[in-house]
């Protein structure tokens, strides 16, 4: 979690206790998108939210899957997909879209920082559930 959809960098810290090492805390920075076991080239994503990087992979492995098994001289190997992706959380980011259904959202609250942030989970969730219908 923490990552940025968009950069796709995450930061992070965790803590190592114990008599050798004394509550120690480390923090990290790093790219945070690889694929098998590569960096993905910032070229290949720039301007991309995390979303839409992971269903463009999960399509292309689909449709290389349907390939093979219209192939005749291919053997159909069993495969299994588990999908997750980093929306819904924290950054709150999401592509603008000036047909979303959450643009709708009104503020129902004198908290605007709230508010805001309830467009943008809308929006994050919007992505995600247009994804399952490509």
């Known amino acids: 979690?923490?990552?940025?959809?968009?950069?796709?960098?995450?930061?992070?810290?965790?803590?190592?206790?114990?008599?050798?090492?004394?509550?120690?805390?480390?923090?990290?920075?790093g790219y945070n998108l690889v694929h098998n076991d590569e960096p993905v080239p910032?070229?290949?994503v720039e301007g991309m939210h995390s979303t839409d990087i992971y269903t463009g992979k999960a399509l292309e492995f689909l449709d290389a899957a349907a390939a093979a098994i219209r192939d005749p001289k291919t053997e159909a190997q069993p495969w299994f997909m588990y999908l997750a992706y980093?929306?819904?959380h924290s950054p709150m980011q999401t592509v603008s879209n000036e047909d979303s259904s959450c643009n709708s959202i009104q503020r129902k609250t004198k908290d605007r920082a709230f508010a805001s942030m309830r467009?943008?989970?809308?929006?994050?969730?919007?992505?995600?559930?247009?994804s399952a219908h490509k």
């Open 1 to 29: 979690g923490g990552g940025d959809h968009f950069a796709h960098l995450s930061t992070g810290s965790f803590e190592m206790r114990g008599p050798e090492y004394k509550s120690t805390k480390y923090l990290y920075t």
């Open 42 to 44: 910032d070229e290949e």
């Open 86 to 88: 980093q929306a819904i």
């Open 119 to 130: 467009k943008k989970l809308c929006g994050m969730l919007e992505m995600v559930d247009d």
